[in-house]
């Protein structure tokens, strides 16, 4: 498994930004996919972002496509998410995944994801 570890959780205002940061203790590549999931309060876990890395393709859930964008410093073993204009259903714990299964190419299913952050929240008021 690979170690991740997330920071850059916080509160913000509704139109507000933040920058989420995962290190990984492997080369990001070494993981068929990584990325980010999400859980509110009461709600089940669901995938945000994700890099599959034998393409580089981006895949964005709908409700943050064109707000959030995932990127990576291969040099740093590191991972980003770039939140903009944050809204209050963006609350929620947000998880550093990776997967070394290939299947997470095309599936969000948090299952196929081995590795897991601890989190970090992320609180957006109105």
């Known amino acids: 498994q690979v170690q991740l570890v997330e920071s850059g959780g916080g509160s913000v205002q509704a139109g507000g930004s933040l920058r989420l940061s995962c290190t990984a203790s492997t080369n990001t590549y070494d993981s068929d996919c990584i990325g980010w999931f999400r859980q509110a309060p009461g709600a089940e876990r669901e995938g945000v972002a994700r890099?599959?890395?034998?393409?580089?393709?981006?895949y964005y859930a709908n409700s943050v496509k064109g707000r959030f964008f995932i990127s990576r410093d291969t040099a740093k073993n590191t991972v980003f998410l770039q939140m903009n204009n944050l809204k209050p259903e963006d609350t929620g714990v947000y998880y550093c995944?990776?997967?070394?299964?290939?299947?997470?190419?095309?599936?969000?299913?948090?299952?196929?994801?081995?590795?897991w952050g601890q989190g970090t929240q992320v609180t957006v008021s109105s």
């Open positions: 890099i599959y890395s034998r393409d580089d393709f981006k």
């Open positions: 995944a990776a997967s070394r299964d290939a299947r997470c190419g095309g599936s969000w299913n948090a299952r196929y994801f081995d590795s």
